[in-house]
């Protein structure tokens, strides 16, 4: 198994481009999440889907949307980067939320200029 | 809603010493408690967790935690310490029932020769 897996590792941006950041995982998990990571801040989550065609927002969605179209893949989008989107970037995988151990990808880091 | 505090951002202490890093939540229902470590440049990976039970956990690499409900506190706890230790640990929560988790802003256990 793979795990879960994440592409780019890196990227830089201007403001105001568009990109997606892609996220895969081979275990089946129902549960699928993103995070942003930034110094000082811990992890606070992004979107969340808890299987394929069901989306939900976390603590910071605004600047980002998600789709669920396949319960393996599930991508970021940020339609109008911003500077304030600097960060690094984790999706994570589990069975179901709650109680179960939360897989993490390796992190895409992101800066836009 | 939920929040989770770690008081220490960093923590130095000596090879073979042993070390407390500190968390405490505050929830107004029951919750689930994490303690993930995240190597450098990697994602995060789950060391510990209480769902129910003895309030005493035992982890990977001979890490250990005690849930105090009475303290609201889950503090994480190794009685001594490798130089591969050095890693950032992040305490997080999840309200029974439900699929999301909430992270502290991290400790940097950083263990000196």
């Known amino acids: 198994n793979a795990g879960v897996t994440q592409t780019p590792k890196f990227q830089v941006l201007k403001t105001g481009q568009s990109m997606t950041l892609q996220c895969a995982q081979d275990?089946?998990?129902?549960?699928m999440s993103w995070y942003r990571q930034d110094p000082g801040m811990g992890l606070r989550l992004i979107h969340y889907?808890?299987?394929?065609?069901?989306?939900d927002q976390g603590e910071v969605p605004n600047g980002y949307n998600v789709s669920r179209s396949t319960t393996e893949d599930f991508p970021l989008r940020l339609l109008s980067a911003a500077p304030s989107q600097t960060s690094v970037y984790f999706c994570?995988?589990?069975?179901?939320?709650?109680?179960?151990?939360?897989?993490f990808g390796p992190g895409t880091r992101l800066t836009v200029t | 809603a939920q929040s989770v505090t770690q008081l220490d951002s960093q923590v130095p202490v000596f090879e073979e010493a042993p070390v407390e890093l500190r968390c405490n939540y505050s929830?107004?229902?029951?919750?689930?408690l994490f303690w993930y470590v995240q190597y450098p440049n990697q994602g995060l990976q789950l060391l510990l967790k209480?769902?129910?039970?003895?309030?005493l956990v035992k982890g990977i690499n001979g890490f250990e935690a005690e849930f105090n409900k009475s303290q609201t506190s889950f503090h994480l706890r190794k009685p001594s310490v490798h130089i591969s230790d050095t890693a950032e640990y992040f305490c997080?929560?999840?309200?029974?029932?439900?699929?999301?988790?909430?992270f502290g802003t991290g400790t940097r256990l950083t263990v000196i020769p």
């Open positions: 997080a929560v999840s309200e029974t029932g439900a699929n999301n988790l909430f």
């Open positions: 929830s107004s229902v029951s919750v689930y």
């Open positions: 275990m089946n998990h129902e549960y």
């Open positions: 994570a995988s589990s069975y179901g939320g709650g109680s179960y151990e939360q897989y």
């Open positions: 889907s808890v299987g394929a065609g069901i989306t």
């Open positions: 209480y769902l129910s039970g003895s309030t």
